[in-house]
Every structure is written in structure tokens, then in C-alpha cells.
């Protein structure tokens, strides 16, 4: 299993957010008009989320950092360097 959340854009990730989100708010808040139909729209937005808010968000942060951030081990000791303008 892979740790990495990240989109491949920032607009993209915010988009599948916005569903994600928005079915699940949307889910409960059309409880009263349309009654227990609207829990329909509560796996349109887990699958948005691929199942996990908390894991969006931190997709959201590795989407934002990818390419600016690199991990760099020596020594067996591993931290964060900012990376180097086109360097990929």
C-alpha cells in the first residue's frame, strides 16, 4: 500500500474535494426534504474521497509540495531539503 495521496494537480484535488464534501455535507442536509434517499449520496462522496477526509487533506498538503520538497537520506538519518529549481 502506497503512502502517497497526492493528485496530479491542485485543481484536481480541490475538485474531487468539493464533490467529496459537498455529497457527504449534502448527504444530511437534505435529510428533512428528501429523507433517508439522501444517505445515497453518502458513498458518491467517500468514493470522492477515496474513502478517507483525513487522507484527502493530507493529499491535498503532498499535492501542494510535490516538486518543491525532496527527501534526502544519508547516513541513515532522513529529512526534508527544498529542491533545486528544475531538478526533478
Known sequence: MSNDFASSSVPRHVARGAIGFG???????LMPVVGFVSLLLLPVGLLALRGCPTCWAIGLLQTISRGRLRRSCEDGACRLVVAEPGAK
Open 23 to 29: 455529497a457527504l455535507l449534502g448527504s444530511f442536509a
